[in-house]
């Protein structure tokens, strides 16, 4: 063996008796962290002990000290904390909560300001500054730090929630500042509009509130809508319901004036309840827009094939005044006999549903339009209707398909009356069963 291959092989062993040290050393080094880890989560005070130049030790102990109401001692370990930790938001925090507790919310201010600065994770901090900045009125700020403490923790939103509806009811430069914060589409303002829309004090607030959102790149969504028209029906305040409705949905609520929303089924994607069509599927039954049969439009497709209970499969809300209307349509025959198995009926909203108009599906030919219609007397207690197609058990259990097309409702001059003049309830439903024209 010569001395260049002696050399060689010293140095590879050199260099892995190095890498050997190196391995045991970084080693050595995890084991005492984790022990270290360990120790400060099972006893602080012996990790205290052992490693005093560790700032976590020193928060721990400094925030017993707070609970035990020994401001001073907490104060000590936080101050102790920031030598060894200059940049801890924790500590910040913590000299913080000691000086609300003893008082000085000025000193309180500065020391929460310092902690939010270093880190926006620390809920305290941003908590008191949510709080300050509502009470002095800076809604940008107070909105600025509770979008910080709801990204982060919101399980805070129950307690911080009900200053924000407050303000928001009650002053509109809090209700614009919210405005500007959910229109950047935070990921808890869905769970924010419904929490608002059930416990606002006035939901005219709510109302302002969702107009200035419509003004922005993100106006609302139907599910923020439906909250909001859940708590008007809730309340049967059935017309601002209304108003509300049309301004989200305007296609939908054209030419209804209250009655019959999109009667020719011209509007494509979903509609929102209850002004606008809900149809259903279930049990033999199902309603569904279709290209029209004489291809000019859509028409809703009904379709029956058994079925053992009454199915409402489309419906809709209108708020239509006391007086006398017409219920009209025409129904295209695909296959099978209708025979009493397809009825539209109108009934007051609430209580018992009192009908007030009902006529079946005609018994026209197979392939072309047969028009049908109806007479429906609202009553003064009758605030709200529902428009409705039902498919009901009859006598055969053979499919049926049938299109409807242009279902409207318009006043009507009944016995000579004016078309606004009240009628007599008997005169309220009658069931069609061709051309009744």
């Known amino acids: 063996m010569g001395p260049k291959t002696s050399t060689r092989r010293g140095g590879r062993q050199s260099a892995l008796l190095l890498s050997a040290v190196v391995g045991a050393g970084l080693a050595l080094s995890g084991a005492v962290?984790?022990?270290?880890?360990?120790?400060?989560?099972?006893?602080?005070?012996?990790?205290?002990?052992?490693?005093?130049?560790?700032?976590?030790?020193?928060?721990?102990?400094?925030?017993?000290?707070?609970?035990a109401e020994n401001e001073a001692a907490a104060a000590a370990h936080a101050r102790q904390a920031l030598e060894y930790a200059p940049l801890s938001a924790k500590a910040f925090s913590l000299l913080g909560r000691t000086a609300i507790v003893q008082g000085d919310t000025a000193r309180a201010d500065g020391l929460m300001a310092a902690a939010s600065r270093r880190s926006l994770r620390d809920a305290?901090?941003?908590?008191?500054?949510?709080?300050?900045?509502?009470?002095?009125?800076d809604f940008p700020a107070a909105l600025s730090a509770y979008d910080v403490l709801m990204r982060r923790r919101p399980d805070l939103a129950e307690p911080l929630s009900p200053p924000v509806f407050a303000a928001a009811d009650g002053l509109d430069e809090a209700r614009a500042a919210l405005a500007a914060r959910l229109a950047l589409a935070p990921g808890w303002r869905s769970s924010f509009m419904a929490a608002y829309g059930r416990a606002s004090a006035r939901p005219a607030a709510v109302h302002a509130l969702l107009s200035l959102l419509r003004?922005?790149?993100?106006?609302?969504?139907?599910a923020e809508m439906r909250a909001y028209l859940d708590r008007l029906l809730r309340d049967r305040a059935y017309v601002p319901a209304y108003v509300a409705w049309a301004e989200h949905q305007p296609d939908a609520a054209s030419g209804a004036g209250g009655g019959v929303s999109d009667g020719g089924f011209e509007i494509d994607g979903p509609r929102l309840a209850p002004f606008g069509w809900t149809l259903g599927i279930g049990d033999g039954a199902s309603a569904q827009r279709v290209p029209s049969p004489d291809s000019e439009g859509f028409g809703l497709q009904a379709a029956v094939s058994g079925g053992l209970a009454r199915r409402r499969i489309a419906e809709q809300m209108m708020i239509l005044p006391r007086g006398g209307y017409r219920l009209s349509g025409r129904a295209w025959n695909e296959s099978g006999d209708p025979d009493g198995r397809l009825v539209w009926t109108v009934q007051c909203e609430g209580g018992a549903g009192r009908l007030l108009a009902s006529v079946e599906a005609p018994n026209g030919p197979v392939g072309r339009w047969t028009p049908f219609e109806a007479a429906v007397v609202v009553p003064q207690d009758c605030p709200a209707q529902r428009l409705r197609l039902e498919a009901r058990p009859g006598s055969s259990l053979a499919p049926v398909f049938v299109v409807f097309d242009d279902i409207d409702i318009t006043r009507a001059e009944v016995g000579g009356r004016s078309a606004g003049a009240p009628l007599e309830e008997g005169d309220a439903a009658r069931r069609g069963g061709g051309t009744m024209r």
Do not use: M, N, Y
């Not at 962290?33 to 005070?45: D, E, I, K």
């Not at 941003?126 to 300050?132: E, H, S």
């Open 124 to 137: 305290p901090s941003q908590t008191w500054i949510f709080a300050r900045a509502l009470e002095r009125g």
């Open 215 to 222: 003004a922005t790149d993100a106006p609302p969504t139907d």
């Open 33 to 67: 962290a984790a022990f270290g880890v360990s120790r400060l989560q099972t006893a602080p005070a012996a990790s205290l002990a052992g490693w005093p130049w560790r700032a976590a030790p020193h928060l721990d102990r400094g925030e017993a000290a707070l609970e």
